[in-house]
């Protein structure tokens, strides 16, 4: 699956560590991992980034926005209160941002619970009796993870998203912690980049689920790379042979770990073979195990889910899938070879 949800009732510190090592990350009071994600109607692959702390030491321009911040403002770290006064600061950290936004800050990090399962922390930044930032964090046993970060618009020169990252690690180098997850980066899609200044990360490869050196990462080993390397090859392959299909978007590929449907289509991007009126063959590739797979689909369509119309809006639909697809699960059609799944894909192409 490319995208796994659940939501814990309860999550211990070193509960915690493990999913944190495994690259999840927590939304709301959810906890989730995947392999893509979709940013201004293009798939990406987010990679999840950590950073040991043993033996850290911040780079020079980092020193700087430390020293400079802490002199001129008064920060605290605490145990995590929502209160007006840090939803005030969200409703207005929010507006530099497009796109679908939790309407506060108690949905965003509590889903609109008053329990919180996890032990959250806070960075808060005053200048004189004026908040002007304030930052997430989660503890583990031996980590902890930055969850959000939120400040005045007015204090962007500051860099203070940053700054409350660096509070946070140097909290956890006080408390005696081994890890420090600042969530992913999003290579080809450079709004997460300011996440790789914090010092020298390690990243999760997606295959084999260990931790390497970021000197090593090359994108053309991210799941979304492969994924579109080996349906492009396969689009072209099936035109030789006289099968016209189409590479379609699905930005509704992770909506079934929401509600529990184990038979929706989990795969950002598909191979479409041949549509009907109720029916949608595709052909998609799972990147992680090196499978092509074929699914006859039923279709349903998205615009009759009213919670998704506003991920659906931005998309064209000469390129995008707008129905719901769901399929159960067909051994049949799964295969390691390109020249295999195209000898199935021509024959679904021609029948009745």
Known sequence: M???????EKLSHQQLDKLLALGWFRMGQLIFTCHYIFFDKTCYSPM?????LEGYEMSKSLRKIN??????????????VIDKE???LFLRHKKRFKGYKS?????????????????????????????????FFDVGENSTTSIMGIFDPDYSKFSLGLFTMLVEIEYGIATGRDFYYPGYFVPKYPLFDYKL??????????????????????????????????????KKTLKE?????????????D????????????????????????????????AIKNKYRLFICKRYPGHLFNSWINILEPFSKRNTCFDYLSAESNDLGIYSKEADIAKLAIAFSTSK
Not at 48 to 52: A, D, E, I, S, T
Not at 69 to 80: H, L, M, P, T, W
Request: no cysteine.
């Open 67 to 80: 020293r400079k911040n802490r002199a001129a403002f008064q920060v605290s770290v605490q145990k995590a």
């Open 48 to 52: 999840w980034l950590r950073l040991q």
């Open 103 to 135: 309407a506060t800050l108690q949905q965003t990090l509590l889903d609109q619970e008053e329990h919180n399962i996890y032990d959250t922390y806070e960075v808060t930044v005053y200048d004189g009796d004026l908040l002007i930032a304030a930052s």
């Open 197 to 234: 200044r914090l010092g020298k990360m390690e990243y999760l490869y997606a295959k084999d689920r260990a931790w390497y050196s970021f000197e090593k990462f090359k994108n053309n080993k991210t799941p979304i790379f492969e994924l579109r390397k080996k349906l492009k090859s396969l």
């Open 86 to 88: 840090k939803n005030n």
């Open 255 to 286: 909506k079934g770990s929401f509600d529990g449907s184990p038979q929706l289509i989990q795969s950002p991007l598909f191979l479409s073979i041949k549509q009907t009126n109720k029916t949608h063959v595709i052909v998609d590739y799972d």
């Open 2 to 8: 490319s995208t796994i949800i659940i939501r814990p």
């Open 241 to 253: 042979a006289g099968v016209e299909t189409k590479i379609l978007n699905y930005p509704l590929f």
